[in-house]
């Protein structure tokens, strides 16, 4: 049976808004639960979304809200504690609600947004610890909801929060200090993350399955900030911090309002963030570069590099 109708928790975030465009050009109407739909009236414009008020976090709200959908979609994560949110309490706790809530309202398809190294025993922050144990728990006890959880390096795009935070941070005068400057990422491309949520959506052969999602390429942090300076159009000297400085960082601007680089993060970062297994080419999809995307974005392309980054992307 298609899937008409899903009801997604974190669907106002980066991927939620890109996530709810893919799944309304294949006719699906989306519920998205948020507690201030007042600020996320622009996610609603997708043909057959729908913002709902709801606390997600309350076990007999989501039981309501999930009533007669074909499935739910789990985006909800955080980088960093506060605001009253812990890792324990957003990565693990809510979905054990989650599929709890599907199990009681009937709802037999449930898809997860993990993270790449989540591990509950061998991750090296509790970012990745508490994600891991939530997919573990979700895998092992889904019962008659069909689980597919998606496990991504870091994620870029048009308004991602990872290019265009260093794009800002760059732009302050000085030089720029640069903690765990060789961890190593393999960005995946919004759009391809969607794109794998949608393909996943009505495939039986995908139930019960964990997909590792990267881009075709693997960068250390250091040449993703060169990368980002480039795409400027910019000059930038940039100070690479040894371990000793880049734990003294994340101690400071661990304090600081916005947590803008934490302990976990740091702890994060000692995992290279690259995939052993290919889950878009399981998927049948190709991954996006960085170069269709980023430069345009960023705004330091020259006409022909606009136009050359236009050809790569047909």
């Known amino acids: 049976m298609k899937t008409t109708s899903v009801c997604i928790l974190g669907g106002t975030g980066f991927v939620g808004r890109h996530l709810v465009n893919r799944l309304a ?11 201030r739909p007042h600020r996320h009236r622009h996610v609603g414009v997708a043909q057959g979304a729908t913002l709902v008020e709801a606390n997600v ?5 989501l ?4 009533a007669g959908q074909d499935a739910v979609i789990n985006l909800v994560g955080i980088l960093n504690e ?4 812990s890792f324990r309490r957003t990565h693990y706790d809510l979905p054990l609600s989650v599929l709890a809530a599907c199990q009681t309202a009937g709802v037999p398809r449930l898809l997860h947004m ?11 922050s509790e970012y990745l610890k508490t994600k891991g144990a939530a997919e573990d728990y979700l895998h092992g006890n889904s019962g008659a909801v069909a689980v597919t959880s998606f496990r991504p390096s870091v994620i870029f795009g048009p308004d991602d929060s990872f290019f265009n935070r260093f794009a800002a941070l760059l732009r302050i005068p000085g030089p720029f200090p640069l903690a765990c400057p060789q961890a190593r990422f393999a960005p995946v491309y919004v759009g391809d993350v969607a794109e794998a949520f949608a393909r996943c959506l009505d495939d039986p052969m995908t139930h019960g399955q964990r997909y590792d999602l990267c881009g075709p390429r693997i960068f250390t942090l250091r040449e993703l900030v ?11 000297p940039i100070l690479e911090l040894n371990d000793t400085f880049s734990r003294l960082q994340a101690r400071v601007l661990g304090v600081l309002p916005g947590r803008p680089f934490t302990m976990d993060n740091y702890r994060s970062m000692q995992m290279d963030s690259v995939c052993q297994h290919d ?18 974005v960023l705004g330091g392309m020259t006409p022909k590099q606009r136009l050359d980054s236009l050809r790569r992307a047909r």
Do not use: W
């Open 226 to 236: 060169d990368y980002t300076v480039q795409a400027m159009g910019e000059r930038k």
């Open 279 to 296: 889950g878009l080419g399981r998927l049948g999809i190709t991954p996006t570069d960085v170069d269709v995307i980023v430069p345009y």
């Open 57 to 61: 976090h309350d076990r007999t709200e």
């Open 82 to 85: 506060g605001g009253g949110e």
């Open 114 to 124: 993990s993270a790449l190294n989540a591990d509950a025993q061998r991750g090296t």
């Open 63 to 66: 039981v309501r809200q999930f």
């Open 25 to 35: 050009a294949d006719g699906v109407r989306c519920r998205i639960l948020t507690r």
